[in-house]
C-alpha cells in the first residue's frame, strides 16, 4: 500500500467486524466503532467511498494493528 492510498469504507468496515468491533454509533457524517476494552474508538466519515489514508492507518494504529493485519483479515474474509 503507498503512502496516499485509500481503502473502501465496505472493506474497512468488514474487517473491523471481523475483528471484533461493534458500531456504536452514527453523528452526521461520522461513525464510531469499538469493543471492550479499547481506549478510544475507531472514528471514520461514513460518507465517503474510501476512508483517506491518515486515517485508515490513525485508525489502525488505535486498534493495534498493521496495514499487513487489515489487508491479510480482507483477504480471507
Known amino acids: 500500500m503507498g503512502a496516499n492510498e485509500s481503502v473502501k469504507t465496505k472493506d474497512f468496515r468488514k474487517v473491523l467486524i471481523a475483528w471484533g468491533l461493534e458500531k456504536?454509533?452514527?453523528?452526521?457524517?461520522?461513525?464510531?466503532?469499538?469493543?471492550?476494552?479499547?481506549?478510544?474508538p475507531v472514528i471514520f466519515q461514513s460518507t465517503l467511498k474510501e476512508v483517506p489514508s491518515h486515517i485508515f492507518k490513525n485508525n489502525l494504529k488505535t486498534m493495534g494493528k498493521s496495514v499487513k493485519q487489515f489487508f491479510d483479515t480482507l483477504n480471507n474474509l
Do not use: A, F, P
Not at 29 to 36: C, F, T
Open 24 to 40: 456504536k454509533n452514527s453523528e452526521g457524517s461520522h461513525e464510531s466503532w469499538s469493543k471492550k476494552g479499547m481506549l478510544r
